[in-house]
């Protein structure tokens, strides 16, 4: 086997991750482009430390459309003490930041999805160059690792934090206990469709404590989810010693997307009409939506029938959906 060597990062950190303190800083992604030769990504970054303890990754923004993560993070990040803190904080609140100030899910430079991007690419596009960073830089340092996530402007989801089943069940164990204590309204174990370059998945790979969220969606927060968001992410740098103080008791209800039946797909394009809401109960069977076809009256809809009975935990956000879309997400009630 040739020996393979990546190049180093091109991302410099303008702050000291091993310094004590607070420092207010950026990653810098060098990207030439036309309105600036020589010119930078300028991802916002906040280290706090205070003596040896564990480190914290949490980033917010890995899709640039979801809006609580950013805001529990910038608020986080210009309110957190180090005299508060044992070990380290690393906060950033716009991992995606081009996609973050597009408004956008992926990146506007490379369309570049971020949680399909890992490891990434030293030498790579713009969202690799990030992707690897964390990679290679960030998840390294990382003890615990919590990224916030909503459905953007394409689907809404119930208030959850969630974990994924591993296959190593210390490692799982710890991570539905963070999970617990992030105290959202639901938490789930979470069923991903295909787990292949996603930033939870390189962080498991890792064997960091990884938890990350959805906890709202249509490319807003409201004060409910961002409220959510920003006890959540005390509760758990308090559970995990990080940060001085108990973490508010909280009521969850577990959540469990058993297997693949749990989503459905548009299979072709039109107006929909759901017949239940966020948090109803559905039955195997029940129609979950209409389709209409929207190019002439007097067509029959298409129906979106449950494969499995559960609670409605996501659903495609404006009127219109196309073939292929994310039409509901249906999980079980466990606890
Ligand atoms: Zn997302």
Excluded at 221 to 239: P, R, W
Aim: charged fraction near 20%; proline fraction near 6%.
């Amino acid at each position: 086997m040739p020996e393979c060597t990546l190049r180093p990062s091109p991302i410099s950190p303008t702050v000291d991750f091993s310094a004590d303190g607070v420092q207010h800083g950026f990653l810098r992604l060098p990207y030439s482009r036309d309105d600036s030769a020589w010119g930078s990504v300028m991802i916002p970054v906040t280290v706090v430390k205070n003596g040896e303890g564990p480190t914290a990754l949490l980033t917010g923004g890995n899709h640039g459309d979801e809006y609580e993560g950013p805001i529990a993070l910038f608020d986080l990040a210009r309110t957190l003490k180090a005299e508060n803190v044992t070990g380290r904080v690393i906060i950033v609140p716009a991992m995606n930041y081009s996609a973050f100030l597009s408004g956008t899910r992926t990146s506007p430079i490379d369309k570049g999805n971020m949680n399909r991007s890992f490891p990434g690419a030293p030498d790579g596009t713009v969202t690799q160059k990030i992707a690897d960073y964390f990679q290679r830089t960030l998840l390294p340092l990382a003890d615990i690792v919590l990224d916030f996530h909503s459905g953007g402007k394409t689907l809404d989801f119930l208030p959850f934090c969630a974990a994924h089943i591993l296959p190593d069940k210390v490692q799982e164990a710890k991570a539905f206990d963070l999970v617990r204590a992030f105290g959202a309204p639901w938490s789930m174990k979470m069923l991903e469709i295909d787990a292949v370059g996603m930033y939870d998945t390189a962080a498991e790979d890792m064997g960091k404590i990884f938890i990350t969220t959805e906890l709202g969606g249509g490319g807003t927060a409201t004060a409910k989810s961002a409220a959510i968001a920003k006890t959540g992410v005390a509760n758990v740098l308090k559970a995990a010693g990080l940060l001085k103080g108990t973490a508010a008791a909280a009521q969850t209800t577990w959540l469990d997307m058993p297997d693949g039946n749990c989503f459905s797909f548009a299979e072709d394009g039109g107006l929909i009409e759901f017949f239940f809401d966020l948090g109803d109960d559905v039955k195997s069977g029940d129609i979950v939506a209409r389709i209409y076809p929207v190019g002439r009256t007097g067509a029959q809809p298409l129906e979106v029938k449950a494969k499995m009975s559960g609670i409605l935990t996501a659903r495609h956000f404006p009127g219109l959906v196309k073939s292929g879309d994310c039409v509901s997400v249906l999980a079980t009630v466990i606890g």
